[in-house]
């Protein structure tokens, strides 16, 4: 797994915008001027990017700029008062800001209360949005999950001083990867992936999931005809080790299965990627079966 290290810096919203007026509406009350900073990711040695090295070996670590880290496009910042009522929300997209800001840094004015504060950054595509609802339920309500990391602290507004807040996010999720050992045929287009636990939601604060009942994920197959293909899933946990069952199919064009296996009791853990091989494709997969690599990196975690 790479170290991951991202200075990511800025974006603003006005009060107007980003405040509950029902929070202070005589508006008597002082504001205090909050900055956060989104540092970095404290993210463990692993590989969870793919690069080439097996699970029972050491990654090699390096820092990676968040300009060149396809894995983040979003980040969420949002503050909640001590009565539950969502004060702030600010969204920023990376290649998306406006000008003379930077993504990482966000800028508001709070009145006097104590906070909760909630940080996940992510990455969404079309059909697959990501909501935050409050510090402890947040959901990928379409097709798939992707690659987040989250943050939750307390803060306290007690004076008008400005306020400058660092966080340092951790990455929630685990990973599937099925990776076949025969040549894909032509009349595949698709791999479905249907796990007997685990969610696309999960609680901010705790970082495991709310739905522990399961869900299916289909993903295209790019591979070439003839060549092995690799498909992946990212999943919530609903703790930070868990084991389940796994159902691997190919399917063609019309969405029929050509190919079914299940595999049971595949270990998973949060930060880390657990990898199916096995036949998929030719008649070797109608006897054959899928090997689980179920060693897990070394933990070596690290803030920056």
Same mark, same amino acid.
């Given at each position: 797994?790479?170290?991951?290290?991202?200075?990511?810096?800025?974006?603003?919203?006005?009060?107007?915008?980003?405040?509950?007026?029902?929070?202070?509406?005589?508006?008597?009350?002082?504001?205090?001027?909050?900055?956060?900073?989104?540092?970095?990711?404290?993210?463990?040695?692993?590989?969870?990017?793919?690069?080439?090295?097996?699970?029972?070996?050491?990654?090699?670590?390096?820092?990676?700029?968040?300009?060149?880290?396809?894995?983040?496009?979003?980040?969420?910042?949002?503050?909640?008062?001590?009565?539950?009522?969502?004060?702030?929300?600010?969204?920023?997209?990376?290649?998306?800001?406006?000008?003379?800001?930077?993504?990482?840094?966000?800028?508001?004015?709070?009145?006097?209360?104590?906070?909760?504060?909630?940080?996940?950054?992510?990455?969404?595509?079309?059909?697959?949005?990501?909501?935050?609802?409050?510090?402890?339920?947040?959901?990928?309500?379409?097709?798939?999950?992707?690659? =987040?990391?989250?943050? /939750?602290?307390? !803060? $306290? &507004?007690?004076?008008? @001083? %400005?306020?400058?807040?660092?966080?340092?996010?951790?990455?929630?999720?685990?990973?599937?990867?099925?990776?076949?050992?025969?040549?894909?045929?032509?009349?595949?287009?698709?791999?479905?992936?249907?796990?007997?636990?685990?969610?696309?939601?999960?609680?901010?604060?705790?970082?495991?999931?709310?739905?522990?009942?399961?869900?299916?994920?289909?993903?295209?197959?790019?591979?070439?005809?003839?060549?092995?293909?690799?498909?992946?899933?990212?999943?919530?946990?609903? =703790?930070?080790?868990? /084991?389940?069952? !796994? $159902? &691997?199919?190919?399917? @063609? %064009?019309?969405?029929?299965?050509?190919?079914?296996?299940?595999?049971?009791?595949?270990?998973?853990?949060?930060?880390?990627?657990?990898?199916?091989?096995?036949?998929?494709?030719?008649?070797?997969?109608?006897?054959?079966?899928?090997?689980?690599?179920?060693?897990?990196?070394?933990?070596?975690?690290?803030?920056?």
């Amino acid at each position: 797994m790479f170290l991951a290290a991202f200075m990511l810096l800025a974006a603003s919203c006005s009060n107007e915008e980003s405040l509950d007026s029902s929070v202070n509406p005589s508006n008597e009350q002082g504001f205090a001027p909050v900055t956060v900073r989104v540092d970095g990711f404290a993210v463990s040695q692993s590989d969870f990017s793919d690069t080439g090295n097996s699970q029972g070996a050491r990654a090699t670590t390096r820092a990676t700029a968040v300009a060149s880290y396809s894995g983040v496009s979003f980040i969420t910042l949002a503050f909640y008062a001590s009565n539950g009522i969502e004060v702030y929300k600010h969204t920023q997209e990376k290649g998306n800001l406006e000008e003379g800001k930077t993504f990482g840094e966000f800028e508001c004015s709070l009145p006097m209360d104590t906070y909760t504060m909630v940080a996940v950054a992510y990455t969404t595509k079309e059909g697959s949005p990501f909501v935050l609802t409050n510090p402890t339920e947040a959901a990928f309500t379409g097709l798939h999950a992707y690659e =987040t990391f989250a943050y /939750t602290q307390t !803060v $306290t &507004i007690s004076n008008t @001083n %400005a306020v400058d807040i660092s966080a340092t996010l951790n990455r929630v999720v685990s990973m599937l990867t099925v990776i076949s050992t025969d040549g894909k045929t032509a009349d595949v287009s698709n791999v479905r992936m249907t796990f007997s636990a685990g969610g696309k939601d999960f609680n901010p604060t705790t970082g495991l999931a709310i739905t522990n009942t399961g869900f299916v994920n289909t993903v295209g197959n790019s591979a070439t005809v003839g060549n092995t293909s690799t498909s992946s899933t990212a999943l919530f946990l609903a =703790t930070d080790e868990q /084991t389940m069952d !796994v $159902t &691997i199919e190919t399917l @063609n %064009a019309d969405g029929d299965v050509l190919f079914s296996k299940t595999v049971t009791n595949v270990p998973f853990k949060r930060n880390r990627k657990t990898k199916l091989t096995g036949a998929m494709y030719t008649n070797e997969a109608l006897s054959g079966s899928f090997q689980v690599e179920t060693a897990w990196l070394t933990d070596h975690n690290a803030e920056f």
